[in-house]
């Protein structure tokens, strides 16, 4: 850090010219007067560099905040490390570009985790543009860091199916009742890895990035219960989370919730896959978390300087 802001001088000359008059106001006028008729404004300032100024230092310096994996996420790493080579394991990409931010974080990760495994990946989507961000997460993770995989062998796409859970019924027991090529138009019985495939009862995972309906919740309800041999983990929006935190950890083995649990997940995978110098593609719900934290915690030490002066006022009406 000391480094850093010897680099960066101009930056810190920047930063601390927006704040001189703050800091004279509290000189003149006293830090209790200036916070208790502190303009808004500089509330708003402070919001802002709370938020660039970790974007910066990540983007120059390459490094990430730590991060600490919960429970959760941990569990959803332990379920794919399980695994033994070859294991089939189902991907269901069930969110949209409007909850990239949250969720492709995850599904990169996923991705890397299981082709690093040398897990067999059978592709799916509930969501009609599943398929692109599948291609998306293909073309990032196996394309660029596992050419040796096969497509057809080692992994397949088998695209979008509309339906919503009536999808999820009818693969359960019978998926070739629904599928009859994948995203490719290319036949089931001339894909390799698809043979001796009939149902999703046969995989050893399931897994799925999930933003709403249809997705983690109807996983749960149409293929887990029905049948709990069957396991699955999920990532979620930060809004979603509290609807699957009941079904942890019987029909949910690991939950990841919005980009908190995305950060905690990547850092498993990237310490156990990642090499000395990961590369930046599995670091971006790590690279995320900087802002975040920062600009939390300044929230919360806004809230507790405005308590703390609530309480003074409240103690000096009392003793008067």
Known sequence: MGRFLVD????????GASLAPLARQVATQGLDVTLRTLD?????????????????????????FPEV??????????????LREGDPVLLSFDYDPASEGELA??????TKHVAAKKLRMYFMALWPVGPQLIDNAIDKVIKTDYPNLVYGVDYVNLGYKSGNEGVIKVIVTNLRELYTTDARGTALQDIPMMAGIDSIQQMKLIVTPSAGYPGAKEWVQYAITPFPTLRLVAGCTGVQAPLLYPYIPNQLAGLLGAIKGAAEYEKLVVDRYGGPNPDPRY??????MGPQL?????????IVVANVLYLLDRRRETLR
Do not use: K, N
């Open 8 to 15: 960066q001088w101009w930056l810190v000359l920047v930063v």
């Open 40 to 64: 808004r404004r500089w509330i708003f300032l402070l919001m802002l560099w709370a938020v660039l100024l970790p974007i910066y230092y990540i983007g120059v310096t390459g490094r990430t």
């Open 69 to 82: 994996p919960s429970a959760l996420a941990r569990s959803t790493f332990d379920e794919i490390e399980r």
């Open 105 to 110: 974080p995850m599904a990169t990760a996923f």
């Open 283 to 288: 670091l971006e719900g790590l690279r995320r």
């Open 294 to 302: 920062v600009g939390h915690l300044l929230i919360i030490a806004l």
